[in-house]
């Protein structure tokens, strides 16, 4: 049995099924976050007092590089997918490695930070904006962890795919960047969010 | 069921032969896991409905011993056969989660949209077979989860199925399995809901535009919607709940709390309201998702017995659609007296009086159908015409609590629970009873008996209203919900009666059930066998699909040539002009 559209277009629509569910994924991850969002908007109007980032020992320095650290990921992924595209699949596996090296980093740069916070006793119970700093960049670190899995999986094993099936995997290379720009673009709220405002 | 003869070879071509635990356990196949599905949702559904027959029983002789009882409980439950009023915040918390996220939800949506949907679009399978099975097994592992949580210290979650804070937050490690449970649920329904919209939209076969789909899988296409981004928030909110209970944030904790003359050491200014705004920010649109998939069925039932079109198909599509979008901004009418402020009560007041038109105006469609019908009361008939009554019972009840000013008085109190009651049970339950005797031929090519049939449809309508109408008065005689013991008030104590007569109905309620248990076994293997693949005379896809339909459902794919219900158009030979057969 075939399923029908599973990885050409369906001429309707003009995307295969993959995308479509992809969308609706990151759909609900924009209610996920939205939510948490929302609270953190709510826990900060109703505070009688909030502290800046800055002024309890986030460090600006080390976020501005993280959030060069993924930009350049969210680019060697679109360079993997447009080198398989192109048929060069050595190029892919270049750019997808260096991608999944990025996000390597960033989480080295993340477990020093938090390291830092413990050395100086601040947990999430510390107060309530560490509360929601530790949620939500905790969240968005389990988010970084998917990705490298599935790609790591895409870059070893799942690669096998490109030999038998070359649309199918140019395709979940296409949906595991999607993801993976929204990840990106989350890191882009929480930045302001939690460092600067 | 292998004896039923198909009308329509199965091409071998396709075909291979998986063993025993592929093909029924760790099935792919859209069908398979929709009666997965099913059976593990009617098991949940006795379960939620014993919980609450056992506290049923405190509320009509408080503090009245079950000997026999509390040696099966145990002391940490029933000491003495006496129930202790945690075990009875137990058995309302759980029964109100298993019922909705373990009984009811999994029924509508996982058992019959999983199976019927996907014949009723004429596709193969759902659009992601492996995210399918993934999703019925999210679902499994937390209702384990949520079964465990009876055998952890301190019993299950005893906060209501709301888990309200600052109390679920200081709750005994039941409220922790309670939240790991729903988190396994809610990826469960996010997997589903994915699916759902893909297969809806992409799979469609040859012919069958959105204007030609069955109510039902509008129903469940706007469920699906609901599901997908209304679940978020709640994950989000078990996520702050479970950090505030193991890594000691404060959330949803106010500066300065005290329980029991003891401060809470948490560091405070969070806020008890956010978990309220989460929580029902998901929670009234899944009242639409108790509702919407019923709706579906109802129509379906409907139009198949009146044997003629519904009355303002396209009405109810856009009725239902409405109502989906609108679901999202009326969550706050649940929390007016929590002193949120009049403007936000206004808005959402009116908000709520204007979601109720549509939700009249598929009930008025749906009655307006009957109107000139040659009825067939059938039992799926019977339990579906009784849904229109029940259900607007159940929506008119809810007007006076979306009113401000007749909330004060109303809040809190049984008629609450009366109102939403009629609204899910003798509403959405009676509902899926009815597509479980109008689907079960096609699922096992066998016809459930009508005189069992009958007897459980009527004996279940009456003690349906004789435990929910009483619910109604007590609350609005100023009857509070939740007390443990309903005599301790003068007021309560007179109306000691309605709590006995309420019990009695709940128990004989549940014994009206045997019929049904024992009609849903004896004919699956002894029940009447069906001719044809179209026992109805239906008009639907479903039932252009052998019965029971194989691996990948069509011989050929269908192709779709008119509307979903032709019944007794002028001048046709039989009374019923289904949408696969092409006519002159």
Same mark, same amino acid.
């Given at each position: 049995?075939?399923?029908?559209?599973?990885?050409?277009?369906?001429?309707?629509?003009?995307?295969?099924?993959?995308? @479509?569910?992809?969308?609706?994924?990151?759909?609900?991850? $924009?209610?996920? @976050?939205?939510?948490?969002?929302?609270?953190?908007?709510?826990?900060?109007?109703?505070?009688?007092?909030?502290?800046?980032?800055?002024? $309890?020992?986030?460090?600006?320095?080390?976020?501005?590089?993280?959030?060069?650290?993924?930009?350049?990921?969210?680019?060697?992924?679109?360079?993997?997918?447009?080198?398989?595209?192109?048929?060069?699949?050595?190029?892919?596996?270049?750019?997808?490695?260096?991608?999944?090296?990025?996000?390597?980093?960033?989480?080295?740069?993340?477990? @020093?930070?938090?390291?830092?916070?413990?050395?100086?006793?601040?947990?999430?119970?510390?107060?309530?904006?560490?509360?929601?700093?530790?949620?939500?960049?905790?969240?968005?670190?389990?988010? $970084?962890?998917?990705?490298?899995?599935?790609?790591?999986?895409?870059?070893?094993?799942?690669?096998?795919?490109?030999?038998?099936?070359?649309?199918?995997?140019?395709?979940?290379?296409?949906?595991?960047?999607?993801?993976?720009?929204?990840?990106?673009?989350?890191?882009? @709220?929480?930045?302001? $969010?939690?460092?600067?405002? | 069921?292998?004896?039923?003869?198909?009308?329509?070879?199965?091409? =071998?071509?396709?075909? +291979?032969?998986?063993?025993?635990?592929?093909?029924?356990?760790?099935?792919?196949?859209?069908?398979?896991?929709?009666?997965?599905?099913?059976?593990?949702?009617?098991?949940?559904?006795?379960?939620?409905?014993?919980?609450?027959?056992?506290? %049923?029983?405190?509320?009509?002789?408080?503090?009245?011993?079950?000997?026999?009882?509390?040696?099966?409980?145990?002391?940490?439950?029933?000491?003495?056969?006496?129930?202790?009023? +945690?075990?009875?915040?137990?058995?309302?918390?759980?029964?109100?989660?298993?019922?909705?996220?373990?009984?009811?939800?999994?029924?509508?949506?996982?058992?019959?949209?999983?199976?019927?949907?996907?014949?009723?679009?004429?596709?193969?399978?759902?659009?992601?077979?492996?995210?399918?099975?993934?999703?019925?097994?999210?679902?499994?592992?937390?209702?384990?989860?949520?079964?465990?949580?009876?055998?952890?210290?301190?019993?299950?979650?005893?906060?209501?199925?709301?888990?309200?804070?600052?109390?679920?937050?200081?709750?005994?490690?039941?409220?922790?399995?309670?939240?790991?449970?729903?988190?396994?649920?809610?990826?469960?329904?996010?997997?589903?809901?994915?699916?759902?919209?893909?297969?809806?939209?992409?799979? %469609?076969?040859?012919?069958?535009?959105?204007?030609?789909?069955?109510?039902?899988?509008?129903?469940?296409?706007?469920?699906?919607?609901?599901?997908?981004?209304?679940?978020?928030?709640? =994950?989000?909110?078990?996520?702050?709940?479970?950090?505030?209970?193991?890594?000691?944030?404060?959330?949803?904790?106010?500066?300065?709390?005290?329980?029991?003359?003891?401060?809470?050491?948490?560091?405070?200014?969070?806020?008890?309201?956010?978990?309220?705004?989460?929580?029902?920010?998901?929670?009234?649109?899944?009242?639409?998702?108790?509702?919407?998939?019923?709706?579906?069925?109802?129509?379906?039932?409907?139009?198949?017995?009146?044997?003629?079109?519904?009355?303002?198909?396209?009405?109810?599509?856009?009725?239902?659609?409405?109502?989906?979008?609108?679901?999202?901004?009326?969550?706050?009418?649940?929390?007016?007296?929590?002193?949120?402020?009049?403007?936000?009560?206004?808005?959402?007041?009116?908000?709520?009086?204007?979601?109720?038109?549509?939700?009249?105006?598929?009930?008025?469609?749906?009655?307006?159908?009957?109107?000139?019908?040659?009825?067939?009361?059938?039992?799926?008939?019977?339990?579906?015409?009784?849904?229109?009554?029940?259900?607007?019972?159940?929506?008119?009840?809810?007007?006076?609590?979306?009113?401000?000013?007749?909330?004060?008085?109303?809040?809190?109190?049984?008629?609450?629970?009366?109102?939403?009651?009629?609204?899910?049970?003798?509403?959405?339950?009676?509902?899926?009873?009815?597509?479980?005797?109008?689907?079960?031929?096609?699922?096992?090519?066998?016809?459930?008996?009508?005189?069992?049939?009958?007897?459980?449809?009527?004996?279940?309508?009456?003690?349906?209203?004789?435990?929910?109408?009483?619910?109604?008065?007590?609350?609005?005689?100023?009857?509070?919900? %939740?007390?443990?013991?309903?005599?301790?008030?003068?007021?309560?104590?007179?109306?000691?009666?309605?709590?006995?007569?309420?019990?009695?109905?709940?128990?004989?309620?549940?014994?009206?059930?045997?019929?049904?248990?024992?009609?849903?076994?004896?004919?699956?293997?002894?029940?009447?066998?069906?001719?044809?693949?179209?026992?109805?005379?239906?008009?639907?896809? +479903?039932?252009?699909?052998?019965?029971?339909?194989?691996?990948?459902?069509?011989?050929?794919?269908?192709?779709?040539? %008119? +509307?979903?219900?032709?019944?007794?158009?002028?001048?046709? =030979?039989?009374?019923?002009?289904?949408?696969?057969?092409?006519?002159?």
């Amino acid at each position: 049995m075939e399923i029908p559209y599973s990885v050409k277009a369906n001429p309707v629509t003009g995307i295969p099924n993959g995308k @479509f569910g992809i969308w609706l994924f990151l759909a609900s991850e $924009v209610m996920l @976050f939205g939510a948490l969002f929302s609270s953190y908007v709510l826990l900060r109007v109703g505070a009688d007092v909030w502290p800046h980032g800055r002024d $309890v020992g986030l460090s600006i320095p080390l976020a501005t590089l993280n959030t060069m650290v993924l930009i350049a990921s969210s680019v060697t992924m679109v360079m993997a997918w447009a080198s398989l595209k192109m048929d060069q699949f050595k190029k892919f596996r270049l750019y997808l490695g260096l991608t999944i090296l990025l996000a390597f980093g960033f989480l080295v740069v993340k477990y @020093f930070e938090y390291t830092a916070k413990f050395h100086h006793e601040i947990y999430p119970s510390t107060s309530t904006f560490f509360a929601i700093y530790f949620t939500l960049t905790g969240l968005h670190g389990l988010h $970084v962890i998917g990705g490298i899995i599935v790609n790591s999986y895409l870059w070893g094993p799942g690669a096998k795919v490109w030999r038998s099936e070359p649309d199918r995997f140019a395709n979940r290379i296409e949906y595991a960047g999607l993801y993976w720009h929204f990840v990106d673009l989350v890191w882009i @709220f929480l930045f302001p $969010v939690l460092y600067l405002l | 069921m292998s004896e039923v003869v198909n009308h329509h070879p199965v091409h =071998e071509a396709h075909h +291979e032969e998986l063993g025993f635990l592929r093909k029924y356990v760790f099935s792919t196949d859209h069908k398979v896991i929709g009666i997965q599905y099913g059976l593990t949702a009617l098991v949940f559904l006795l379960f939620g409905f014993s919980l609450i027959m056992l506290l %049923r029983w405190q509320l009509a002789y408080p503090g009245k011993p079950v000997i026999w009882l509390g040696k099966i409980l145990g002391e940490n439950f029933m000491p003495g056969g006496i129930m202790l009023p +945690e075990f009875y915040n137990m058995l309302g918390a759980m029964h109100g989660t298993i019922m909705v996220f373990l009984g009811i939800v999994p029924l509508a949506v996982g058992a019959f949209g999983n199976y019927v949907m996907p014949l009723q679009i004429g596709a193969p399978d759902m659009a992601f077979p492996k995210i399918n099975a993934a999703s019925y097994w999210f679902y499994f592992v937390g209702g384990v989860v949520m079964l465990y949580s009876f055998f952890v210290p301190g019993g299950p979650a005893q906060g209501g199925w709301t888990s309200y804070t600052p109390l679920a937050d200081i709750a005994p490690v039941g409220q922790t399995w309670w939240l790991v449970g729903m988190v396994f649920l809610i990826t469960s329904s996010l997997l589903g809901s994915i699916n759902f919209i893909v297969t809806i939209v992409q799979m %469609r076969t040859k012919g069958l535009s959105f204007w030609r789909l069955p109510v039902f899988v509008w129903a469940q296409f706007v469920t699906a919607f609901l599901l997908l981004l209304a679940f978020p928030p709640l =994950e989000a909110a078990a996520v702050l709940q479970l950090m505030d209970r193991l890594a000691g944030t404060s959330f949803f904790l106010p500066s300065g709390l005290v329980v029991s003359g003891q401060m809470i050491p948490n560091t405070g200014g969070g806020s008890p309201l956010l978990w309220q705004h989460l929580f029902w920010f998901l929670a009234h649109p899944e009242v639409y998702v108790l509702i919407l998939p019923g709706m579906g069925i109802v129509a379906e039932v409907i139009a198949n017995n009146t044997r003629k079109p519904l009355w303002g198909y396209k009405t109810i599509v856009f009725s239902i659609l409405f109502i989906g979008g609108m679901s999202f901004t009326v969550w706050a009418h649940h929390m007016f007296m929590t002193g949120m402020g009049t403007t936000m009560s206004t808005f959402f007041q009116t908000t709520t009086m204007i979601i109720s038109i549509p939700s009249v105006i598929i009930l008025t469609s749906l009655l307006l159908s009957l109107w000139g019908a040659s009825i067939r009361f059938t039992t799926p008939m019977l339990f579906a015409i009784a849904f229109l009554p029940m259900f607007a019972i159940g929506g008119l009840t809810g007007l006076p609590l979306g009113l401000t000013t007749s909330d004060i008085h109303l809040h809190d109190t049984w008629y609450v629970i009366g109102h939403f009651h009629y609204v899910v049970a003798p509403g959405t339950i009676f509902a899926l009873f009815a597509g479980i005797y109008y689907w079960y031929p096609k699922v096992t090519g066998r016809m459930l008996n009508s005189v069992l049939g009958k007897i459980h449809f009527w004996l279940s309508l009456v003690f349906m209203n004789g435990v929910f109408l009483p619910m109604l008065i007590q609350g609005m005689a100023g009857m509070n919900r %939740r007390y443990y013991d309903p005599t301790a008030t003068p007021w309560g104590k007179a109306m000691q009666p309605f709590m006995e007569f309420i019990s009695w109905s709940a128990w004989l309620l549940a014994i009206s059930q045997i019929p049904f248990v024992i009609n849903f076994f004896w004919s699956m293997w002894k029940g009447r066998k069906v001719t044809s693949d179209n026992p109805w005379d239906a008009t639907t896809l +479903e039932w252009s699909a052998p019965t029971p339909p194989p691996h990948g459902n069509f011989p050929t794919p269908p192709e779709v040539y %008119r +509307e979903p219900y032709e019944y007794s158009v002028p001048g046709k =030979e039989k009374d019923f002009s289904p949408q696969f057969i092409k006519e002159a």
